[in-house]
């Protein structure tokens, strides 16, 4: 079987055997694996030559005046200048007299600023107007001959486009998956669990997420699930499915997790996250839980819904999640790091093993205790708990509180009074080796006891009358006091039941009692008053009990009742449940003995149910992953920052994963441990120091729409930055000429270097930028990084070196602040504005022309190494990757995913 590279190349460097519409596709065999195909190398020969005669234009707008202005800087001096690309390379130059070129013609194309700034959109969009300068229609289309596609499917197919081969069995889906096609004759199951699906993903998305996070969200849980069915559908050499179905993903770089339970709670799918902050981990049952329980409620919008039809994720089928906290990088050991987390086969070999056998590593068994909710343990499950440090007082099964509150003592200095607690780093320790049940369990062990001690004893009896005791009735046909009274003496007659309290979610099988009229139809308690029908009268009521199900979705506690809404009814309504003491949790309804429960009527007017049981909720898919080469999972990341996402790329090549899904994300982070990946771009001799980096963080897609006002005063405020440089070598010149005439001692030390600005300072001059000039700027820099006796620095470790002295300090400070000074700022400011701000307008443009193929040249560099290695690889017949728009890049800028596939043998 080949190996296949599919990348969305101009169509001029598409091959002509190219089977997949938008895509330039390179095939390989055994025989020639190296095979170097012209039309790819010709691509990458243009584009290397390209981003190579424009690095000077790839560099920060900050460094515009030391470049542009480097002629009249050597017609002033007469001194030569020498200037050095990042890499140690001397620029030449014809670089220099290129990028004056291309920022003096903007100086030409129109009269004035304001009129520039009215054609930005249609400039940035279908560049250079009629009659500019040649080098500029040159160099956009430039840019132009080598853009890729960023036309996305809106069917969100990306990888069955791409990743499918002529051997694909290609309707067969993974058993674990929800969305697996419906058989003949199932079409309208398949509809209702399709809408069912499409419920649980709105309740996933509307989870603390924005728009763009939404729109990743949506697209990475339809490509994973195609990624899958991809994989599940690869057939054997013998022509059979493979033996181990691909049912678990393996998230690195998790996050919060939104990725994760789209997969987990719509799909079906087992999803392991990896991620390095352990805080994330902490809080990852907590938004699980929120999810599971906090959804509960009737479906307004269709007139026929009902208790039944509720979206319960409790009781919908859904993949078990885990969340690991641990660094990622080459050569990781996964039985180690998943030990505790899933289920792992030990096995290397699937000889005589069946992978659903209870072949596990030892140490497993404990997962299977939590499979289901920690809260649905047991209806009884009302044991309390104490704070070791502020006697605080709990129930065991509120893990989410008891993490909450020990998190706050941890950023307090409670815990130094008190021994035989476990300092932070130990509990840091226990967050980054355990699971998250175990973890949770360990805390609780570790700061609170079960024995309990009230302050009161008067006041609280013990727990158990206390629960009996807190019963208020509103709505009932008793007052409130009646209520209390007939409770106690309920509860006293048949002592054979006590209350219970069910968790928000749990849904049961209860004894609800119903009144109904002779001769009718019962009816549900909602569809009732609270007395007795006009027409009727006592005499022609009927009361009895009615076997139902029913849904808890809420309590109150001071009067001890749940809200639940039953599976005929559609409002909630308020009950007190009892249920049999001494673990009898079951009773057949049919065999109602009146010895046992009160009559029906008493228990309509207090809105008593007798709980029968607890229906269990649906437990979590936990698949077995196999260890260490993890053969039956796929690998994704989405966002990834920097060399995370090459270490994706290197922990894939080096595992036996079915497939990939990566979506890079902050290239400015990327170090030349993290590129070049590939062959082809390390022989070609580039590094980190010939990109820029920063220019491919640019929203490409986001520059046409940004506002006229709002692109001009962003680039007021980059103007000012890259003047206040030039502004500030005049500054240091003049004080080097005032402290050659004068012999104070305190003008011993360099002066001060321009400032590094911080984002949060950027962010509050960002506040200002409508009304922004270089005076201002100045000031707000002077004000923010030096101090004299009316200011106080907030940071000014970020300015002076430590060598200089308090004097040079002082006196460079008054320096720098004086009336004069703030006013040499303003004239420059107004000088250059006049004269150069065309041509700094014109290098933005530049940027943005050419900001997505610096993107390019890194995406490809990923894409080309897992080819690379993937055809070496003895362990797959076949690959195939490819490069997909993803996204639409107007709403998530780093809208690329690279997708790959191992065929094994």
Known sequence: MAHRLLLPLPPAFSPPDSDVEEYSVFTYDDHNADVE?????????????????????????????????????????????????????????????????LCGAF????????????????????????GSAACLHSFFLETRALQMNRQRSPRNDAASVTLRTAQDNMPIASPSLASSLPQKGQEGDGLKKRHRRDRVMEAVLGHGMGRK????????????????????????DCGMLPPDPVETVLNVGEGKGYVSRALALCDGLQ???????????????????????????????????????????????????????????????????????????????????????????????????????????????????QCRICCHITRKRAVNTIIRHVRRHLQSDDMNNFSGIPSKETIDGWNRELSVEAFNRKIITAFFTDEVCYKSNATVEDEASAKRTRVGYE?????????????????????????????????????????????????????????????GTPDNVLYQYVHT????????????????ITDDGRQKEAFTLLQYHHGVNQMDGKL?????????????????????????????????????????????????????????????????????????????????????????????????????????????????????????????????????????????????SLTDTSM?????????????????????????????????????VCREYFFDETTTARKPQYTWQPHVCSSCREAQTKYLLSDTNVALAAEIGREFFATHFAPFLGITVLRMWMCHLVETMLLLDRALFLSEMLRRDRRCRGSVVSLVPLFDGAVSPRMYGVLARRIPT
């Open 213 to 236: 996070k939404q729109h990743e969200v949506v697209v990475v849980r339809d490509t994973i699930v195609d990624l899958v069915e991809c994989c599940n559908a690869t057939q054997t």
């Open 271 to 385: 999803v392991v996250g990896l991620d390095c902050n352990p805080a994330h981990k902490e809080r990852a049952m907590e938004r699980v839980e929120f999810l599971l329980q906090g959804r509960l409620g009737v479906d307004v919008a269709s007139g026929e819904s009902r208790g039944r039809d509720m979206l319960n994720l409790m009781y919908e089928p859904r993949g078990h999640m885990a969340t690991v906290a641990c660094r990622v990088g080459p050569c990781m050991n996964w039985a180690d790091v998943l030990r505790g987390h899933v289920r792992l086969s030990d096995g290397t070999s699937l000889e005589g093993c069946n992978i659903f056998a209870d072949t596990i590593v030892p140490g497993q068994q404990e997962i299977e205790e939590v499979e289901a909710p920690r809260s649905l343990k047991g209806t009884n499950d009302g044991t309390k708990v």
């Open 475 to 535: 709505g009932s046909c008793f007052s409130g006091g009646v209520v209390r009274e007939k409770l106690r003496d309920t509860l006293n007659t048949y002592d054979r039941l006590m209350n219970v309290q069910l968790p928000r979610g749990t849904r049961a099988e209860v004894l609800l009692p119903m009144r109904q009229q002779k001769q009718q139809s019962i009816l549900p308690l909602s569809h009732l008053g609270d007395g007795v029908n006009e027409t």
């Open 744 to 780: 104070a001692a305190v003008h011993c030390c360099p002066f001060a270097e321009v400032p590094h600005l911080e984002p949060a300072f950027l962010r509050r001059i960002a506040k200002i930028k409508s009304t922004i000039t270089m005076e201002v700027f100045y000031v707000e």
């Open 37 to 101: 195909h012209p039309t790819l190398k010709a691509y990458m020969d243009q584009l290397s030559a390209f981003l190579c005669k424009t690095r000077l234009i790839q560099y920060h707008p900050e460094d515009f005046f030391l470049i542009f202005l480097l002629h009249e800087r050597k017609e002033a001096t007469g001194e030569v200048e020498v200037l050095k690309h990042p890499d140690g390379s001397v620029v030449r130059e014809e670089e220099v007299t290129y990028m004056r070129d």
């Open 592 to 736: 109602i003995d009146e010895r046992y429960v009160p009559p029906a009527e008493e228990a309509w007017c207090m809105k008593i149910a007798v709980l029968l049981r607890v229906i269990p909720p649906v437990p979590p898919r936990m698949p077995i992953v196999h260890v260490p080469d993890l053969r039956n999972v796929v690998m994704m990341g989405l966002h990834p920052c920097g060399d995370l996402g090459s270490n994706v790329c290197r922990l894939f090549v080096e595992s036996a994963s079915r497939g990939l899904l990566l979506v890079s994300c902050c290239w400015h982070a990327l170090t030349n441990a993290g590129f070049p990946l590939s062959y082809e771009l390390q022989r070609r001799g580039w590094r980190t120091e010939q990109l820029s980096l920063l220019l491919a963080t640019q929203p490409f897609d986001m520059w046409s729409t940004v506002s006229t006002e709002g692109h001009r005063e962003s680039v007021c405020v980059l103007f000012y930055r890259s003047l206040l440089k030039l502004f500030w070598s005049r500054l240091r010149d003049r004080w080097q």
């Open 107 to 130: 100086t030409t194309l129109m009269s004035d600023n304001n009129t520039l700034m009215v054609e930005l959109h249609a400039m940035i969009r279908d560049g250079p107007p009629v």
């Open 549 to 564: 199900s029913l849904s808890i979705v809420g309590y109150d506690c001071a009067p001890n009742r749940h809200f639940v």
